[in-house]
C-alpha cells in the first residue's frame, strides 16, 4: 500500500506562489475580502511563507511552502469528536466535511495551522463561478477544510488505472501544486517506493520536517538550501 | 364568586380541545398538502415505458444510457436516441405518437435525472459498472419493468447501501475514496 508524500526542495523554491494559485483553483478555495482577510479568515490550503534573513541590504528572503503535513501521527485526528478527520491507510489526512460540525478542534490542535475554518458562505465572482472545479466539493459555512493532497486525482487516477487494466504509475497522481511548480521544487510520490522520486530525496542529508520533535511525523520533507 | 369562576374554568377545559383540535386539524391540512406537494417528485416530458423497451424490444439499458460503461453519468437520451426508432409513428400508444411530433418538429427533449448525487460524493458508472460489472437493478432497482417513469427513485441509495455492498464484496471502505 503506497504512503503518500511530498518532497520541497527549499533551494528551488522561487516563491512565486503558483502552488498557492494553483491550489486554490483546483480545490475551489473561495477568495476573501480584505475586511475577511484581515481578520485571518483567508484560506489557503497551500501558504508560501516567507522568512527574512539578514538586514537591509544584506538581506534574503527565503520561501517556505507550508501544504497539510498529513502527519503520520495527526494531533487532529486526535481531537475530532466526530471522526470527520481522519488518516487513510494510505496516509492521507482527510476531512469529511458532510460529517464536520465545525468546533474548531483540530484547528487549535495543528501545530502547522493548515486547518481552515469557513466562516463565510464561500462566494466567487460572476466571472469565476462556471470555472469551478466539479471533482472537488464546495464546502459550506461552518465546516473545517484543509489540503487533501489532491485526492480526488487519486480517485481519477486510479479508476483510469483499473479501467486500462495496469498499475498506477507515479505520474498519474499528481496534487495541483506539484504539477504546476515551475521550477520543480514540489516533488510527489509514494515515500515507500524505492522507484518513485520522493523515497530517493527524502534520504537526502538535507532533507528535515518541521517540528519533528513534536512526534507527529509529518509526510512533508523539505530540503534545506545549501549555504 | 368561587363556584362560577369553576364553572367558567370547567367550559375553558371543554373548549380547550376543541381548540387544540383546529389547531391541530389545520397543522394536519397544511402539512399534508406540503406533503402531496412534495411527493410529486420528477416529472418527464414523455411517460417513457422502460418495460416496453426492455422486456418487449430487448433492448439493453445502454441503447439508451449511452455512457453507462464509461462515463461518470451514464446519460440520458437525447432526441436523436428516440429518432432512431420513432421518426416514424411506432405502435399505437399516445406517448409514442407524442415522440414523433417531438422528432417532426425538432424540438428538445430533455430528461429529468431521478437520481441526484450529493456533490461530496465521487461516483462514477465506468467504476461500477464498466469496470465492476454490477448489474444496474442493484442501485436501480427494477426500473427496467416500469411502465410509467416513477417519480421518485424505485430505491434509496444511500451511503449505508454503499458501504454494506463493498463491505460484502471486499471493496474499500475508506472515506477518502468516495468522498470529495
Known sequence: MPRWGMVIDLDRCTGCAACEVACKSENNVATASPDQAAMGRAISWMKVMTEVHGEFPDNRLRFVPRPCMHCDNPPCVKVCPVAATYISPEGIVGQIYPRCIGCRYCANACPYTVKYFNWYEPTWPASERAHLNPDVSVRPKGVIEKCTFCHHRLQKAREDARAEGRELRESDYQPACAEVCPTQAIVFGDLDNVRHRVNELRHDPRAMRLMEDLGTAPKVYYLTPRQ | ?180
Open chain 2, 1 to 180: 364568586m368561587n363556584s362560577r369562576w369553576l364553572a367558567e374554568r370547567a367550559a375553558q377545559l371543554k373548549r380547550r380541545p376543541r381548540l387544540l383540535g383546529l389547531v391541530a386539524a389545520a397543522i394536519l391540512v397544511a402539512g399534508g398538502a406540503s406533503l402531496v406537494a412534495g411527493q410529486r417528485g420528477v416529472s418527464q416530458p414523455i411517460a417513457f415505458n422502460h418495460r416496453k423497451h426492455t422486456q418487449d424490444l430487448q433492448l439493453d439499458c445502454e441503447f439508451c444510457h449511452q455512457y453507462v460503461r464509461t462515463g461518470a453519468h451514464s446519460g440520458l437520451p437525447s432526441l436523436e436516441v428516440c429518432a432512431m426508432c420513432h421518426q416514424a409513428r411506432q405502435g399505437t400508444s399516445r406517448e409514442a405518437e407524442r415522440v414523433t411530433a417531438f422528432v417532426e418538429q425538432g424540438r428538445p427533449l430533455v430528461f429529468a435525472k431521478l437520481f441526484q448525487l450529493p456533490a461530496h460524493v465521487f461516483y462514477t458508472h465506468r467504476r461500477h459498472v464498466g469496470i465492476a460489472q454490477l448489474e444496474c437493478r442493484n442501485c436501480h432497482g427494477d426500473i427496467a419493468l416500469t411502465t410509467r417513469p416513477p417519480r421518485r427513485p424505485l430505491v434509496r441509495v444511500g451511503m449505508r447501501a454503499c458501504l454494506n455492498c463493498h463491505r460484502r464484496t471486499g471493496q474499500t471502505t475508506d472515506c477518502v475514496a468516495c468522498h470529495r
